[in-house]
């Protein structure tokens, strides 16, 4: 039973234009969310996450937003540019349990 | 230099033997996790271990042992009643206590034939 589901696969978008990630989540207990990268052939790298007592979180050009009463949460990256071509997945957790629930993630292709 | 190392980057095997997957940190990290990833799907855990010599089964351990002898040091061992080995292995750690962060190695990509 998958808690944290990404329902699109992949995603094209062109250089400089907004990438939007979506994701959802089936557990009310999660209250910390958390989005990776990953390249091909290499770990995945933390992006930037959220807890739940906020909506909204801001990095640079990554921005991930929380709605609790939808169980959904999604990544904005403005501008995107070809490095940000990768897998991006969602990720959550309670905040007492060492345990990550991932998503199948996302692959984002930024086309020049 | 801090972080995770994990070898070999590529294994390749025959089915019915069993391997060992080496994952080592240097970050003084007390947790540490073992994940698979298959085509189209998530992370999924194998097995974690929050401090050493315990560890606690993840959602799909069976056909996986591990142990927990040093803090550095968390290897998974594939035996050959996995029935589908044959995935891209990632060791993972985390401090103790309340980050939340998992810091991941490169991975390594087990084949089974």
């Known amino acids: 039973d998958q808690q944290v589901k990404q329902n699109s696969p992949s995603l094209s978008v062109q250089e400089g234009r907004i990438s939007i990630l979506n994701c959802d989540y089936t557990?009310?207990?999660?209250?910390?969310f958390l989005w990776y990268k990953k390249y091909p052939a290499e770990g995945p790298t933390f992006l930037i996450s959220i807890s739940s007592i906020k909506d909204k979180n801001e990095d640079g050009r990554f921005t991930v937003f929380l709605n609790k009463s939808a169980k959904h949460l999604s990544l904005h990256i403005v501008p995107s540019q070809p490095g940000d071509s990768a897998v991006y997945f969602c990720?959550?957790?309670?905040?007492?349990?060492?345990?990550?629930?991932f998503g199948a993630g996302t692959t984002v292709t930024v086309r020049a | 230099d801090g972080g995770i190392t994990q070898s070999p980057k590529y294994l390749f095997r025959k089915e019915g033997q069993n391997v060992t997957l080496s994952c080592e940190q240097n970050l003084n990290h007390d947790a540490m996790y073992w994940y698979r990833q298959d085509p189209g799907q998530g992370l999924r855990l194998i097995y974690y271990s929050q401090i050493v010599n315990d560890f606690q089964k993840g959602d799909i351990a069976e056909g996986y042992s591990v142990s927990r002898e040093k803090k550095e040091s968390f290897p998974l061992t594939v035996t050959s009643a996995q029935k589908n080995p044959t995935a891209f292995y990632l060791c993972?750690?985390?401090?103790?206590?309340?980050?939340?962060?998992?810091?991941f190695g490169p991975g390594t990509r087990l084949t089974v034939t």
């Open positions: 990720a959550a957790k309670r905040s007492n349990d060492y345990k990550l629930s």
């Open positions: 993972a750690s985390s401090p103790q206590g309340a980050s939340y962060e998992q810091y």
């Open positions: 557990n009310s207990m999660f209250d910390y």
